[in-house]
């Protein structure tokens, strides 16, 4: 892992979660507490904390083995656990706050979770079901007792959605499949679920009723970045004002208008970034807040892109860059958004205020590679180390970092940036090309019509590929020391991260006539480097 201090660390998590103890969900929580004392503030160790339980979070480890843990335990863990890591943020005044951010977004706060158990026990006996084996419910409440996990969330809903469509099984299994549950998963619980859910019409409303309520109790000890959960959580410490954005962001979430939401969410972030500080509880439940919130920008800005933003895209762009600088600030991101505020001034017409737009944009996007290439750094290394001797999936392994970037502000102002870019080109007549990676050298030209094609292949010589189609998660074969496309491919792209990672030219070429060239090149040898204008 290059830094000694550390290694111990890591025979520890790895000696724990891959012998064949005793183990479930709340002793590695309890380890997590543990270990924090070594780690302390250490970036790379809170780093190293965030990798180990994301790969927990997507279901890569074991959740529980050969041990039964009650609801109660689990939450306490859970609730000691994240006060702990609210407390290192008030400590932590370096890069350290990230990663411990990060940590919260893999684990719920806690919560009460005597009351899961109560709970499911009260909806039996108020709807007369029977607590008699061989049916989905009874099979679920001796899962619920003996070890609850985030898995229920996704089971209440699923049994919430095939009682509303009227005992739709396929309804029931496609929200479990959406939420990364299989039958197979369902069958192999150490308290198997074997059974189809029931559907009995006379009891269809209040049984409907009763489990949303359920869900709540569910998600505030399993979803601790659940809007709805986290707003309801913090709502003691909101002034009005903080009640009234609330309010209104809760009852507008579903709304179309991307602008407006985006704005309620930033006014409150802004005020969020004042308040974290002082006790432990206080800063838990607002951090939740506010990793809810950040990730709620990222859904509204993504179900927004088929709509037609186009007079919109600077006042986004301006909102989520923001929203990003309160995530992760540094010096060069600030100056883009001072920078952009000054050509969100401007009349928004001609190619004066293009060429001005797009300057502030190309030193934005070298800013965000820059950060995502910070996670990639940081994360990747880590990911690859403890996913193989976890023997993780391989894809979760590849993708870690790009995973975890998808789920950060980063990415939903790469998309914006994608979006407002072909707009500026046309209005300021700009040249043909659009470099996503600095790189530069000589190569035999090999022409493609899509980048998959190649995966795989190792080449025998230095080449250039040109691929009409680059999907994004492509890898670069071995000897390429260029890829030219007139696809639009994302910064935060795989192949986008990892051409910046190893210094390969990697651009985006807009002039039809120049590709058809380049083409004809096939079997040549290529020259290519990076001139001063990009």
Request: net charge negative; proline share 3%; aromatic share 8%.
């Given at each position: 892992m290059g830094h000694p201090e550390l290694a111990v660390i890591v025979d520890e998590i790895i000696e724990k979660e891959m012998s064949r103890n005793s183990w479930t969900l709340m002793h590695r929580f309890n380890l997590c507490y543990d270990l924090l004392d070594k780690v302390r503030n250490n970036m790379e160790g809170l780093a190293l904390m965030f990798v180990w339980l994301r790969f927990s979070a997507i279901r890569q480890i074991d959740w529980q083995r050969n041990y039964n843990t009650q609801p109660r335990e689990l939450s306490?863990?859970?609730d000691r656990l994240t006060l702990k890591l609210a407390d290192c943020y008030?400590?932590?005044?370096?890069?350290?706050?990230?990663?411990?951010?990060?940590?919260?977004?893999?684990?719920?706060?806690?919560?009460?979770?005597?009351?899961?158990?109560?709970?499911?026990?009260?909806?039996m006996h108020r709807l007369h079901i029977k607590e008699v084996s061989g049916h989905f419910m009874e099979e679920w409440h001796q899962k619920?007792?003996?070890?609850?996990?985030?898995?229920?969330?996704?089971?209440?809903?699923?049994?919430?959605?095939?009682?509303k469509s009227n005992g739709n099984?396929?309804?029931?299994?496609?929200?479990?499949?959406?939420?990364?549950?299989?039958?197979?998963?369902?069958?192999?619980?150490?308290?198997?679920?074997?059974?189809h859910p029931d559907f009995v019409p006379s009891i269809k409303d209040?049984?409907?009723?009763?489990?949303?309520?359920?869900?709540?109790?569910?998600?505030?000890?399993?979803?601790?970045?659940?809007?709805?959960?986290?707003?309801?959580?913090?709502?003691y410490l909101f002034d009005p004002e903080m009640h009234g954005l609330m309010d209104f962001i809760w009852m507008h979430h579903d709304d179309a208008d991307a602008c407006i939401l985006i704005e309620k969410i930033t006014e409150a972030r802004r005020r969020l970034k004042t308040q974290l500080q002082g006790n432990s509880n206080v800063v838990r439940d607002l951090l939740f807040l506010d990793l809810a919130l950040e990730n709620f920008l990222r859904v509204v800005v993504e179900r927004s892109l088929h709509l037609h933003l186009s007079t919109q895209l600077v006042e986004l762009i301006a909102m989520v860059l923001e929203n990003l600088i309160i995530t992760k600030g540094n010096d060069e991101l600030t100056y883009c958004l001072h920078q952009w505020e000054h050509v969100r001034r401007m009349t928004r017409s001609g190619k004066e205020w293009a060429l001005q737009s797009r300057a502030v944009l190309d030193r934005l996007t070298r800013a965000l590679g820059a950060v995502i290439d910070h996670y990639y750094q940081v994360l990747q290394p880590k990911a690859e180390f403890l996913g193989g001797a976890f023997h993780a999936d391989s894809?979760?392994?590849?993708?870690?970092?790009?995973?975890?970037v998808r789920g950060k502000p980063v990415f939903a102002l790469s998309m914006l940036l994608r979006q407002i870019d072909p707009i500026l080109r046309r209005e300021a007549h700009l040249g043909s090309w659009q470099v996503i990676s600095q790189g530069k050298g000589t190569g035999q030209v090999e022409v493609v019509s899509d980048l998959r094609s190649v995966q795989g292949k190792s080449f025998a010589r230095p080449t250039?590929?040109?691929?009409?189609?680059?999907?994004?998660?492509?890898?670069?074969?071995?000897?390429v020391i260029a890829v030219i496309t007139p696809d639009l491919t994302d910064i935060v792209s795989h192949i986008a991260i990892r051409a910046r990672n190893a210094n390969i030219l990697f651009a985006t070429c807009y002039d039809p006539d120049i590709i058809v060239r380049l083409k004809s090149l096939s079997e040549h040898l290529l020259s290519l480097s990076v001139n001063t204008a990009g």
């Open positions: 306490h863990a859970e008030t400590k932590e005044e370096s890069g350290g706050r990230e990663y411990i951010r990060l940590i919260l977004t893999t684990m719920g706060r806690g919560g009460e979770g005597q009351r899961i158990r109560d709970e499911v026990l009260n909806i619920l007792h003996n070890n609850t996990t985030p898995d229920d969330v996704v089971i209440c809903e699923a049994y919430i959605g095939f009682l099984l396929d309804i029931f299994y496609k929200i479990l499949e959406a939420g990364g549950i299989t039958k197979e998963r369902l069958e192999n619980f150490e308290r198997p679920i074997i059974s209040p049984l409907i009723h009763d489990l949303e309520h359920f869900l709540g109790i569910l998600k505030a000890v399993h979803s601790g970045t659940d809007l709805g959960t986290a707003i309801y959580a913090a709502r894809w979760t392994i590849s993708l870690f970092s790009e995973e975890v250039v590929i040109i691929a009409d189609k680059v999907a994004g998660e492509e890898e670069i074969p071995k000897e």
